[in-house]
Each structure stands twice: as structure tokens, then as C-alpha cells.
């Protein structure tokens, strides 16, 4: 991984520079076991008056909560929703499903597109497009999907 900096800077350079949204997913917080950090969705809530999204760790409604409050307009779910799928719901009627983003980490695995969660390090042996209508099912608002096979490549 490489350090892009600090993030309240920079999601003030992309807002000043015409982005019409900004994503932190801190894809490390799962597989380290802690919460994504308030603090800096605080101070760039401050900054920035665009919608921000912000992911990683989240695992409770309470962490949800905690998020929006800080100043997120979005939060996105992932190795969560999968493990309880419940949070996708029940998230979804307490703050509304236009703020709750469900993001969904693929790779193709011969002629199948399975998904992976935790920082794309533990292979679900879910099929993707199955998860896929389950997650539109539960009431996500948005769906964030990523292509493991081609993440960081431009």
C-alpha cells in the first residue's frame, strides 16, 4: 500500500478540483480489527461540502451511526454485511438505504465471479451475482463494486 497523504488535504484538493463525491474505505480496518477513524471524517465534513462516503471496519449499527454523525454522508459495508446481513437492513431502516452503500470486492475464478472480503483476502465462495440480488434485496442504496483483478491498475 502506498500513503497518499493526509486525507483531509486531499479530499479538499479533489473537491476544489471539480470530484462531486469522495470515498475513504480504510480496506485495512477489517483485517486489523478496528473502526474507521472519526476523527478525520469529522474534519473533512468540515472542509468539504460534497457527499462523502467512508468504509472499512464498520460492523454495527452503532458504528453507523457514530459515521454519520461525524459528518459522512454515506457508509459503505462490506465484510459485514456478509458475515450478518441483517446490518444491511436493519441500517437501512434506521438511516434511510440512500446512505448505505454495500461495497462488493470481486475476482474472477475460472468462469465464475466470486466475492471477497476483508481487504479482498478471504475468498466468500459467494457467487457475485447471487450477492449481488440478495444485497438489492436488503435494502442497500448503492452498490460499490470493485473488480479485484483490475484494482490499482490504470
Request: a neutral charge.
Given at each position: 500500500?502506498?500513503d497518499?497523504?493526509d ?17 475513504f474505505l ?30 472499512g471496519?464498520?460492523?454495527s ?12 454522508d454515506?457508509?459503505?459495508i ?8 441483517r ?5 437501512a ?28 483476502t478471504?475468498?466468500t465462495n ?29
Open positions: 500500500m502506498v497518499a497523504g486525507p483531509v488535504k486531499q479530499a479538499s484538493y479533489y473537491s476544489q478540483n471539480g470530484a462531486d463525491e469522495i470515498c480504510d480496506i485495512s480496518a477489517s483485517i486489523e480489527k478496528r473502526n474507521t477513524m472519526i476523527k478525520v471524517v469529522e474534519k473533512t465534513a468540515e472542509e468539504v461540502f460534497i457527499p462523502l462516503t467512508v468504509g471496519g464498520i460492523s449499527i452503532q458504528n453507523i451511526r457514530s459515521l454519520l454523525k461525524a459528518g459522512a454515506k457508509v459503505s462490506n465484510s459485514a454485511a456478509i458475515k450478518n446481513q446490518i444491511i437492513q436493519e441500517s431502516e434506521h438511516f434511510g438505504s440512500q446512505c448505505i452503500v454495500v461495497a462488493v470486492d470481486v475476482k474472477k475464478i475460472e468462469n465464475d465471479w466470486i466475492v471477497f472480503s476483508h481487504g479482498g478471504i475468498n459467494i457467487n457475485a451475482l447471487k450477492w449481488l440480488e440478495v444485497v438489492q434485496k436488503l435494502g442497500a442504496g448503492e452498490i460499490l463494486l470493485t473488480s479485484m483483478d483490475k484494482d490499482g491498475t490504470k
